[in-house]
């Protein structure tokens, strides 16, 4: 079976696949600025902006794995521990299960 995608449909499609493409990019460019200078404030400030803007649960899941490593690395990263927390508590916009909360 064929499945027909519409104009419309597709051109859905592909801004999705834009959106995720940029949203990978800006990250990967935050990432390798933080890689030089970890506290760098407009970077994370940038990251901050950028993750609550796209507000999406895999997003913020993958934030904190990827702020696990840096403080894994470094564990008196304040800036990355602040990240941490900021994912942690998903910028004050949903509240945290029992289970994330413990885990915290």
Do not use: M
Not at 24 to 40: H, P, Q
Not at 66 to 82: C, E, F, G, K
Request: hydrophobic share 40%.
């Amino acid at each position: 079976t064929k499945t027909i995608v519409s104009g419309e449909d597709a051109a859905v499609s592909s801004s999705s696949a834009l959106e995720t493409a940029f949203l990978e990019t800006e990250l990967a460019y935050i990432a390798d600025v933080l890689e030089e200078d970890s506290k760098n404030y407009h970077a994370w400030s940038h990251r901050q902006w950028l993750i609550r803007t796209v507000n999406q649960p895999a997003v913020w899941d993958r934030e904190l794995e990827y702020v696990h490593t840096l403080i894994q690395q470094d564990p008196r990263n304040n800036s990355a521990w602040n990240q941490r927390w900021f994912a942690a508590h998903r910028a004050g916009e949903q509240p945290l299960s029992i289970e994330l909360c413990r885990r915290e």
